[in-house]
């Protein structure tokens, strides 16, 4: 069976990660979101899989490749141009990126399965195909139930008592929504969807495709499901996945490595001396990472491999990339570390490196500096402000 995942967007919503990491390959403790989505496709018998990729395009390719060692086989869309020599993105919008492929050569050619490439999902798949047939639907988006006071987040779907789709509401306020089943972005189509897609355009499946289908009555359903669904498309939306993961409250993604006492787990050859490092759990440490004496780690947290926590420091509540180094006495509490941002849960990031505080967050791989050098540079700092 064959199936899509979008995996064009630039995922503005949650940078500055995507500044250099595609949203299919953020990391869900050391995994990619996207590898998680194959390993379902696999376990439901979708054995064929197109993507279709603009923003980093190389990058998921080199690491999925084609899809052999994930049990799949898997096609490349690429949405763009190239420009002196360089791959210039250009997404086509969700529809248009299937459109785009159904012109190259009609692959969709029997029901087939649309997925998001940036969420965690636990769904039975052949239950959703099983209940699209049964109606006869030639469109059918997955809901999800949410509380009331949740729905300003997202995108309401509204069905009459037979699933029958009448109409979307994007975002509504509490007041004005009709309905509390949300569009997940998980979709089962029929291959005689693609003809309402126009071709050479941009076109999105939530914008454009479904208000032509309801608006022609076609036999567009919503199928509601109970099941595990952790979107990451935006900043605390991914600080709650990695919460989630570690707290055990999703059943398909296992935490890697050795549990070295309860809730605390790493990776291979990490460096602490366990008597003198205070560690709370849920905690995830990555290999080859040392922790020096006297630092405090508070989960649920997740330090990445290749970093250095130096003495002193404390990591509460936090997610620290690879290759991070800590400061003595840095207190790090609800921050995001990524390469040379430091972003809070809400998504403001701060640039170390321009606020003149890269002597606090570094990369793991430079010499820490010493106590004269960061004296040097808070003087240095302060000298130029005032």
């Given at each position: ?135 006869g639907a030639i469109a059918t988006v997955v809901t999800k139930s949410v509380p009331r006071e949740a729905v300003p987040s997202y995108g309401v779907v509204v069905t009459d008592d037979d699933g029958k789709i009448l109409t979307f509401q994007e975002k509504p306020s509490v007041e004005e929504a009709l309905s509390t089943e949300i ?115 508070v989960g649920p947290a997740m330090i990445g491999p290749n970093c250095w926590i130096c003495e002193g420091a404390t990591v509460d509540n936090s997610v620290i990339f690879e290759y991070s180094r800590l400061g003595r006495g840095v207190r790090l509490v609800d921050k995001l570390v990524f390469g040379r941002y430091c972003v809070d ?42």
């Amino acid at each position: 069976m064959k199936a899509m995942i979008l995996a064009a967007g630039k995922g503005t919503r949650i940078r500055p990660i995507t500044h250099t990491i595609p949203k299919p390959l953020i990391p869900i403790l050391q995994k990619p979101v996207m590898e998680f989505l194959l390993e379902l496709l696999r376990q439901h018998g979708f054995d064929e899989v197109m993507v279709n990729v603009s923003h980093l395009a190389e990058q998921i390719e080199s690491y999925f490749r084609d899809g052999q060692r994930f049990g799949v086989q898997i096609g490349y869309s690429f949405e763009g141009s190239i420009v002196d020599g360089e791959l210039v993105g250009n997404a086509l919008g969700s529809a248009g990126g299937i459109k785009r492929i159904q012109e190259f050569n009609p692959f969709f050619d029997d029901t087939f399965v649309v997925l998001c490439g940036d969420a965690l999902i636990d769904l039975d798949l052949t239950e959703v195909v099983r209940r699209h047939k049964e109606k006869g639907a030639i469109a059918t988006v997955v809901t999800k139930s949410v509380p009331r006071e949740a729905v300003p987040s997202y995108g309401v779907v509204v069905t009459d008592d037979d699933g029958k789709i009448l109409t979307f509401q994007e975002k509504p306020s509490v007041e004005e929504a009709l309905s509390t089943e949300i569009n997940t972005g998980i979709y089962i189509f029929e291959p005689e969807v693609i003809d309402y897609i126009p071709p050479n355009q941009e076109y999105d499946i939530g914008g454009d495709l479904f208000p032509r289908l309801v608006e022609l009555g076609l036999p567009f359903y919503g199928v509601n499901m109970d099941f595990e669904w952790v979107d990451i498309g935006k900043v605390p939306d991914y600080w709650q996945a990695i919460r989630s993961v570690l707290s055990g409250e999703i059943k398909n993604v296992d935490i890697p490595g050795k549990e070295i006492k309860p809730g605390v787990y790493t990776g291979v050859n990490v460096s602490i001396n366990w008597d003198k490092v205070d560690i709370t759990g849920p905690v995830y440490i990555g290999g080859m990472t040392h922790i020096e004496d006297g630092a405090k780690i508070v989960g649920p947290a997740m330090i990445g491999p290749n970093c250095w926590i130096c003495e002193g420091a404390t990591v509460d509540n936090s997610v620290i990339f690879e290759y991070s180094r800590l400061g003595r006495g840095v207190r790090l509490v609800d921050k995001l570390v990524f390469g040379r941002y430091c972003v809070d849960k809400t998504g403001s990031a701060i640039d170390v490196k321009e606020a003149a505080l890269d002597w606090l967050i570094t990369d793991s791989r430079q010499n820490c500096p010493t106590h004269l050098e960061r004296v040097k540079a808070i003087s240095e700092l302060i000298n130029f402000r005032y």
